[in-house]
């Protein structure tokens, strides 16, 4: 039972340089969520899809771009990283008919 | 004003003693709302539901004052293991993402 699977869980970027956080839930949940998490600061929502085929900006995209590929995966990918973009990424997913939010483990970004 | 409000603390407690936290929101229309737990370096987990007739889980009781928009979880007889963050949630019902307190981290000492 692997419930939101996320990669890579730790990676060091130079600043600049571009990647791709991938997220997978295997719940059949609709709706699916990229949160940052800094010290002092909570979770803050980046993007969410409520529903395949659909995204929507959160509370912090600039510098994100999203892709719900399918019902399974939503990927955040960062174009130019930023070292303000360091950070604990973590994806997450939701059944709306149940409330519960389910998270993966979270990736940890440092950008150089 | 932040949508979901908690005391970040930190409480740093005894074993044995008993704690607890408050959140208040800033949506009247606010559908349902949770308690979640973090541990360091951990993702956060659902710890429980809070529903207006107040509910129990073990030594864990949460509370729900719709008129003052506000909700506890009070922990009795704390243990070592309590010792995360512990996150306010507030569903705003719909499709709309859940919104989540910065949190309120507690140490409990030997």
């Known amino acids: 039972n692997a419930g939101v699977t996320q990669t890579p869980k730790f990676q060091v970027l130079k600043t600049g340089q571009s990647m791709t956080l991938q997220c997978a839930q295997d719940?059949?949940?609709?709706?699916m969520y990229w949160y940052r998490q800094d010290p002092g600061m909570g979770l803050r929502l980046i993007y969410y899809?409520?529903?395949?085929?659909?995204?929507d900006k959160g509370e912090v995209p600039n510098g994100y771009n999203v892709s719900r590929l399918n019902k399974r995966e939503f990927s955040l990918r960062l174009e130019s990283a930023a070292p303000s973009q360091t950070s604990v990424y973590f994806c997450?997913?939701?059944?709306?008919?149940?409330?519960?939010?389910?998270f993966g483990e979270g990736s940890w970004l440092t950008v150089v | 004003r932040k949508e979901v409000e908690q005391d970040p603390g930190p409480f740093n407690v005894p074993e044995g003693a008993t704690v607890a936290f408050n959140c208040t929101y800033s949506n009247s229309a606010s559908q349902s709302f949770f308690w979640y737990r973090q541990d360091c370096r951990k993702e956060p987990k659902l710890l429980m539901s809070?529903?207006?007739s107040g509910n129990e889980d073990g030594r864990f009781t949460a509370q729900l004052n719709r008129a003052s928009q506000y909700i506890s979880l009070l922990i009795r007889d704390s243990k070592l293991s309590d010792s995360a963050t512990y996150l306010c949630v507030v569903n705003r019902g719909g499709n709309t993402p859940l919104v989540f307190g910065k949190g309120t981290r507690l140490s409990v000492i030997a």
């Open positions: 719940m059949n949940h609709n709706s």
């Open positions: 899809s409520a529903s395949e085929g659909t995204t």
């Open positions: 809070v529903y207006s």
């Open positions: 997450a997913s939701r059944d709306l008919a149940g409330n519960t939010i389910y």
